[in-house]
């Protein structure tokens, strides 16, 4: 199987970079707590999260940025190195909803060596609701 | 909003660091594997042997956004330690500040992490508000870093939180 090869110089600012769509199902919410060991009630208990407030168990934060590394790494294939990933919540991602990681090239440049982008990402649910805002730096490949 | 000025107390810890507390696992395939279910992530760099063994690493890795993960404490037998990791572990002395609410977080990973590698971290106070009101109440926002270290203490990434410390108003 051939993976995917992003390369420095194929990439433009502003270009968008491809979402990817998971489903919050129970399914889902029983792996996040066993994958992260983040078994906090809110996490997975329906009582405990509508007593604090919740529609419905709200997922670690650990997840979030586990989907964006894996969004971010989707793209450039296995040779891009996230080197920085900066995450601001929202809104809560909870049971039932829907979430689609992605975004744009904000900046590619030359650091040290390094050939890197900075990316703008969002976390948006299915209702439009942008839960996370993130940026991150990745390091890719260069034809050079 | 500032309704007060920091504590001498409070303003004390600023630049405090925490003792090194040690994840319970070694790094290792399973749970890596389990994570990459979890999102859905088809990186072979994290879960094809083969492909994995040819890289610059010459072995599967963990996936960059997993690192906190390898120092989140066991849930039995029970540890006295809290809940969540990092600003806690500082144990500052907040009052009635019951609730923590993350507000906002940045990773950065430094050198790869291989199964077999045992992380441990530490944490520094880098800053803490005065007592402010918002919608959610009133508290204070409090900065720390975890710096997470391999078994040759080389360190391997950060994580900086803001945390907002509150309590509902009155």
């Not at chain 1, 999260?49 to 969004?71: D, E, I, K, N, S």
């Not at chain 2, 389990?34 to 859905?40: F, I, L, N, Q």
């Not at chain 2, 990186?43 to 989140?72: C, F, H, K, Q, R």
């Not at chain 2, 790869?112 to 530490?122: A, E, L, S, T, W």
Request: hydrophobic content about 35%; overall charge negative.
């Amino acid at each position: 199987m051939t993976h995917r090869r992003l390369y420095w110089e194929d990439v433009a600012e502003g270009e968008v970079i491809p979402s990817v769509t998971l489903e919050i199902n129970r399914n889902r919410i029983v792996m996040i707590v066993s994958a992260t060991r983040d078994i906090f009630p809110l996490h997975h208990d329906p009582e405990f999260a509508q007593a604090a407030g919740y529609r419905a168990p709200a997922v670690a934060t650990a997840f979030l940025q586990g989907l964006l590394g894996r969004c971010l790494t989707d793209w450039t294939g296995p040779a891009g190195k996230v080197r920085k990933l900066g995450l601001r919540l929202n809104a809560p991602t909870l049971a039932g909803d829907t979430v689609s990681a992605g975004g744009k090239v904000s900046r590619k440049y030359v650091d040290n060596g390094d050939h890197k982008i900075d990316c703008e990402l969002e976390l948006i649910k299915q209702d439009g609701v942008i839960a996370v805002d993130a940026e991150a730096t990745v390091v890719v490949p260069s034809r050079d | 909003m500032t309704t007060s000025e920091l504590s001498p107390e409070l303003q004390n810890y600023i630049g405090r660091v925490s003792g090194f507390v040690e994840g319970p696992d070694e790094v290792n395939r399973a749970m890596i594997r389990h994570w990459c279910e979890m999102v859905e992530d088809a990186n072979p760099l994290y879960t094809d042997e083969g492909y994995a063994a040819e890289s610059e690493y010459g072995s599967v890795i963990s996936p960059p956004a997993m690192l906190s993960t390898w120092v989140y404490p066991r849930w039995w037998p029970p540890v006295d330690m809290p809940a969540d990791i990092g600003p806690t572990q500082l144990d500052l002395p907040l009052g009635d500040l019951p609730i923590p609410a993350v507000i906002s977080w940045t990773e950065e990973y430094l050198l790869p992490v291989r199964p077999g590698d045992r992380i441990h971290y530490n944490t520094r106070l880098d800053s803490i508000s005065t007592l402010k009101k918002t919608r959610l109440g009133v508290g204070h926002f409090i900065t720390t870093t975890n710096y997470y270290y391999n078994q040759r203490d080389e360190l391997v990434g950060t994580t900086q939180y803001v945390l907002y410390r509150y309590r509902l108003k009155e």
